[in-house]
């Protein structure tokens, strides 16, 4: 099977999120081609997980030009969000304690796009829909490098039974799995041992080395990652109780971002 990733270039120029009582973050400048690792570095309240949320699509940025594969923010917002994913972003891509990690991986499954061909292949009882399934979830799992069979309970392992370095594992293989272009990953050194740190960094190394983008917030990062900066100086920062009341105007300007899309957009980015 063929690995290679196409990753998006990321291109950012004073980029900054302004909400009701300040600044989220500003003044962020990005030149990353595909592939590359971009480390976002800061302060907690410093708005490391809004810069995440703006590069995905999911949060308008109200400063500076940015474009992700080409697509300019924050007028193709929509598009960026089809092209990009998040994983381990709290209250945005949590994981449920109680459903297994077999759940998990089920529940992605079905949010994935549809079987080109007949329309009875895409149904989930489908053949073809079964085969399309098990490999994106087999693809996924084994690019997060998380095994099943060395899990308590397999498949029907908890998360809460996980270990947290395994849950970061899933995490990414839920946003891997249907081929994202950029994956932004939050809090990657959470509550790790300095081992598992590397270990999760080690990790999202290994995916930019397939082609993938990835922006990663946390510390630890390689010496080869592209360290992104979002400390600023007191009066230009948001407290971290006014950065999560920061939402995003629904954008209107772009073809391909519906509705629905801009609704949950917005949902979203003010949850985090």
Known sequence: MNTTRQGAAVHAGGIGVE???????????IAAEPGTLIAVQGPSGSGRTCLLLALTGRMRITEGEATVAGLALPKR?????????????????????ALTVGEHLKEQAL?????????????????RHKEATRARVD??????????????????????????????????????????QLLAVDDVDLKLADAERTEAWQLLRDL???????????????????IVRTARK??????????????????????????????????EAGRA
């Open 19 to 29: 909400g009701p009582r300040g600044w989220a973050f500003r003044a962020v400048d």
């Open 234 to 267: 007191a009066t230009e920062t948001a407290e971290p109780a006014e950065a999560a009341e920061l939402t995003p105007t629904p954008v209107q300007d772009d073809p391909d971002t519906t509705e629905e899309e801009a609704a949950d957009a917005f949902a």
């Open 139 to 180: 693809a996924a799992l084994a690019a997060a490098r998380l095994d099943p069979e060395t899990l308590p309970k397999g498949l029907r392992t908890t998360v809460r039974d996980l270990e947290r370095i395994e849950a970061l594992r899933l995490s990414v293989a839920l946003g891997l799995m249907h081929g994202p």
């Open 111 to 127: 949010l994935g796009p549809r079987i080109q061909g007949s329309p009875l292949a895409s149904l989930p009882w489908g053949k």
């Open 208 to 226: 930019t080395r397939e082609g993938l983008t990835v922006v990663a917030a946390g510390d630890g990062a390689p010496e080869d990652a592209l």
């Open 77 to 97: 917002m929509g598009s960026v969000r089809g092209r990009t994913a998040l994983a381990h972003v709290p209250g945005v891509a949590d994981l449920e304690p």
